[in-house]
């Protein structure tokens, strides 16, 4: 022991330490200068452990939201800038003519998302429609577009609407006459939507707002808030390589829905009763002809359900962020509830009377731009891609990445980004490029119609009844653990019933 103290082991020990950290130190600045080697833009305050993510993946700040933090630290007239999550090079893309060129002209090099990674296993979270990878996502968008196209809404509005009588007699119930009372409205759209999922993806009724112990209900609630999907939801959208690490089945424990499914798929078989829901389609899909692509049996088919758990959580979100918007503004909603009126009337509660509903539409696309659901789009280079009329190359498997929060708050595109201004969707005004709440090109959302015909019918359920206010000291704050836009402590509104 002694012996090890000797002058020159000492100083062995130092030039070892030493050697290692100016290593560790030239490896960092190796890789953090990847762009710069590149002839593309870096951010500037690049950690060199974490990169430009470290806020984003220590749930300092929203990761999703993180995302516009880093294009706000861009410079302002850059079409694109490099930057590293921890140090995975990656380019965030800000100028919307590069976002169409990439999205949209020059798809087939941008097929694929980022998400999800290139190791897909056995997960109802990635190999859905949203994660799964070329040449199958292809086959499989063809095969999905037609079970939430504009024709299966007709099928899907009474279930909207028989779902939302829970929520009604829930806020009836909480709500006395003239005396506001505080709700919040986060909750209210989670409940609707765990039992609209039931409804019209598992094909079974349930009701959350009467039984929230319910095994359904909690564990559906736990899909939306719990803090194990929230790093799984981190880990999948920016650290993909990471999941095989962690283990798949860790991240997205399917063993609840996975019962309720086949319960539903079984019983459906032996009734052949048709609802008009994704149970439907999916047997159908099942019962057609096969392709080798993706085939429509077992697991895969679960897997497709998957698809509506994020997407009817995106609508909700959509609902509750412009309810919370419409309780600031009371000549707006005040408005919104004429709009609401007079189709109702019209049309009754028919999907003419939604159509009809446009200054509702306005204030739904202003929510959304103001607080997109789904924050950030991504995807990853097929090939080597040259960055037209530059000599800029990205290389294949690069990670591309938009933020909508970025985008949607720039100054540039919008006047005023931070205020709710449903005029800026008026029929004679040109809504910008830079607007893309639900992505861009082939692999835009594919539930647009479903989800905004969601959205719809909870605003105008609820407006037609209630008026709602945000308590002058009420602050929502952005929850930050969460990759799609939530509230950390709900949205607290004060719910007034209409005489
Ligand atoms: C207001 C509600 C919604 C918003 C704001 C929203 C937003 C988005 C966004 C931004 C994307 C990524 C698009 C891209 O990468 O270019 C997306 C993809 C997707 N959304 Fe939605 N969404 C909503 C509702 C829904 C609903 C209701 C469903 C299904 C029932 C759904 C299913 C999907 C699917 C399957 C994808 C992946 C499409 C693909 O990769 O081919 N979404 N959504």
């Known amino acids: 022991m002694e012996e090890w103290f000797q002058p020159h082991n000492l100083s062995y020990f130092l030039i070892i330490t030493i050697t290692i950290i100016l290593s560790c130190y030239l490896y960092c600045s190796y890789k953090l200068n990847y762009w710069k080697r590149r002839g593309v833009i870096q951010l500037k305050n690049t950690s060199r452990i974490f990169g430009d993510f470290k806020d984003g993946i220590l749930f300092r700040t929203p990761p999703g939201y993180h995302m516009s933090q880093l294009y706000k630290e861009a410079p302002a007239d850059a079409p694109y800038v490099g930057f590293y999550i921890f140090h995975k090079p990656c380019l965030l893309l800000k100028d919307p003519e590069i976002i169409k060129q990439m999205l949209i002209r020059d798809f087939d090099n941008f097929s694929n998302r980022h998400f999800a990674g290139s190791v897909q296993k056995d ?5 859905n429609l949203f994660g799964i990878k070329n040449p199958a996502w292809r086959y499989l968008r063809r095969m999905i577009t037609p079970t939430l196209s504009r024709g299966k809404l007709k099928q899907m509005l009474p279930l909207m609407m028989e779902t939302g009588k829970p929520m009604m007699d829930h806020l009836d119930h909480l709500t006395d006459c003239k005396k506001p009372k505080v709700i919040d409205a986060q909750d209210v759209n989670y409940k609707y939507t765990a039992d609209l999922i039931a409804n019209v993806a598992l094909g079974t009724k349930t009701n959350c707002f009467n039984f929230p112990d319910s095994e359904y209900c909690k564990n559906i609630m736990a899909f939306f808030h719990s803090f194990k999907r929230m790093v799984a939801l981190v880990t999948v959208f920016f650290t993909p390589e990471l999941v095989e690490m962690i283990g798949y089945s860790i991240l997205f424990d399917s063993t609840f829905v996975r019962k309720m499914f086949w319960n539903a798929v079984e019983s459906r078989e032996k009734s052949r009763e048709k609802r008009g829901d994704y149970i439907d389609s999916i047997i159908n899909l099942k019962n057609g002809k096969q392709d080798s692509l993706y085939k429509f049996d077992g697991d895969n088919l679960l897997f497709q359900s998957g698809t509506f758990f994020s997407g009817f959580e995106s609508s909700s979100t959509a609902a509750a962020f412009t309810l919370m918007e419409l309780a600031k503004e009371k000549n707006i909603q005040d408005r919104v509830r004429e709009d609401i009126k007079r189709a109702i009337d019209k049309h009754g509660w028919t999907l003419e009377a939604f159509a009809k509903m446009r200054y509702l539409d306005q204030c739904i696309s202003e929510g959304i731009r103001l607080h997109p659901s789904v924050s950030t789009v991504d995807r990853c280079t097929f090939e080597d891609y040259q960055i037209p009329n530059t000599d800029v190359v990205i290389e294949k498997g690069t990670p591309v990445y938009i933020s909508l929060y970025g985008l949607h708050g720039d100054p540039q595109y919008f006047e005023e980004p931070e205020k709710f201004k449903p005029e800026r969707f008026d029929n004679d005004r040109i809504v910008p490029d830079a607007y893309i709440p639900f992505g861009a090109g082939p692999r835009k959302c594919v539930g647009v119609q ?3 015909l969601h959205v719809k019918v909870v605003l105008s359920m609820i407006l037609s009844e209630y008026e709602v206010y945000l308590p002058k000291s009420a602050e929502v704050k ?18 007034i019933k209409l005489s």
Do not use: C, K, P, W
């Open 478 to 495: 952005l929850d930050n653990r969460s990759t799609f836009t939530a509230a950390a402590e709900g949205i607290n509104l004060q719910f």
């Open 450 to 452: 479903v989800g905004q």
């Open 123 to 127: 997960s109802i979270g990635m190999i």
